[in-house]
């Protein structure tokens, strides 16, 4: 199952002390909005999302339906799809569920054996 492409998204203090920490470190902001206290940075392949104040722990995310350029690819595994899959899997336990019944953007959380938290966020 691929799962779209990956970035961590930091819980950051203060918005602008972690992007100037993260330009120095040769990453370039390429979406977000600072005045809504987030952004999107990447160096090569890599991506981090610097998120102030919406969540309370780090997180793995996965984008379902796009590449690690944000571009949308023409087939990928649905979140929907990725939701009956992982409900099926012993011991996998989802903390928010997207609605079955709907189409195209949605979301799915859950939670590592270590309590780390995974979004899964499909954006088309």
């Given amino acids: ?62 984008n379902p339906g796009w590449d690690q350029h944000c571009n949308p690819q023409a087939e990928f595994a649905d979140v929907r799809e990725i939701q009956r899959r992982l409900k099926a899997v012993p011991g996998v336990t989802l903390t928010a569920e997207v609605d079955e019944s709907t189409s195209g953007p949605g979301f799915i959380t859950l939670e590592d054996p270590d309590g780390n938290p995974i979004l899964i966020d499909q954006h088309v």
């Fill in 1 to 62: 199952m691929h799962l779209g492409s990956f970035s961590v998204s930091l819980s950051v203090q203060d918005l602008a002390r972690s992007k100037a920490f993260y330009e120095a470190l040769g990453f370039e902001a390429f979406a977000g909005d600072a005045s809504q206290n987030w952004l999107m940075m990447r160096q090569g392949e890599t991506v981090i999302g610097l998120f102030q104040g919406m969540f309370e722990k780090n997180l793995l995310t996965f």
